[in-house]
């Protein structure tokens, strides 16, 4: 389930908990509407603190991506390095064969 999804579920299931609350509490109006009062900052809380904590990963995703983006790089940087040494070594050889050959004759 996504977090769209969750979210909506929430505050399906607060609305439909604070109306039956309501309904059925032996309560004043003022009471009621303190109750209502809280149970909003409540929601408000936890959105507040759910959307800080969904923040927070997003950001270590992106910083561990980037660190996995630029050992990659380092990674193929080495690889082209690697293959440019050993065509140098395999062609130096050949080079000097020609070269001594040529002297030769």
């Known amino acids: 389930m ?3 999804n969750k ?3 929430f505050f399906l299931g607060m609305g439909i908990g604070v109306a039956i609350g309501i309904l059925f509490a032996p309560k004043s109006g ?11 900052d409540e ?3 936890f959105v507040k603190r759910r959307t800080e904590e969904v923040r927070e990963s997003a950001t270590e995703l992106v910083d561990r991506g980037k660190e996995v983006v630029a050992k990659q790089k380092d990674k193929v940087a080495a690889a082209v390095e690697a293959g440019k040494q050993a065509y140098k070594e395999a062609v130096t050889p050949s080079q000097a064969e020609e070269e001594s050959k040529a002297e030769g004759f």
């Open 2 to 4: 996504d977090e769209g």
């Open 7 to 9: 979210l909506s579920y």
């Open 30 to 40: 003022e009471e009621t509407r303190k109750l209502i009062r809280e149970k909003a």
């Open 43 to 45: 929601g408000r809380d």
